[in-house]
């Protein structure tokens, strides 16, 4: 069992940056595939980041590539996303997310556990 918790997230100007902390208890977190997601208000979850289980590989939604950055600290058991030149359309409630097969995918039905969520505001 793998429990997730995220910090991180608040509100911030078009053009800021925020980096959000994914912190894992539990068991051979080091094995596990991590990503991040969002759900905007009235809109479905949908891919942001993932990253492997030795951070050698990671994927990104076109939508913030270039912008965000997926990385891991196995030692530390935690996952972050720093998130640059943000966007209104970046609000959202950002999930942390893990899966037990050490390949990153961009499906959210393919993970494991998820984290209850934060929220990050972006204002213009």
């Known amino acids: 069992q793998v429990q997730l918790v995220e910090s991180g997230g608040g509100l911030v100007q078009t053009g800021g940056s925020l980096r959000l902390s994914c912190a894992a208890s539990?068991?051979?977190?080091?094995?596990?595939?991590m990503g991040w997601f969002r759900q905007a208000p009235g809109k479905e979850r949908e891919f942001v980041a993932a990253?492997?289980?030795?951070?050698?590989?990671?994927s990104y939604a076109d939508s913030v590539k270039g912008r965000f950055t997926i990385s891991r600290d196995n030692a530390k058991n935690t996952v972050y996303l720093q998130m640059n030149k943000l966007k209104p359309e970046d609000t959202a409630v950002y999930y942390c997310?893990?899966?037990?097969?050490?390949?990153?995918?961009?499906?959210?039905?393919?993970?494991?556990?998820w984290g209850q969520g934060t929220q990050v505001t972006v204002s213009s």
């Open positions: 990253i492997s289980w030795s951070g050698g590989s990671s």
């Open positions: 539990g068991r051979a977190f080091s094995n596990y595939a």
């Open positions: 997310a893990g899966r037990s097969s050490g390949w990153a995918t961009t499906r959210a039905d393919s993970y494991d556990y």
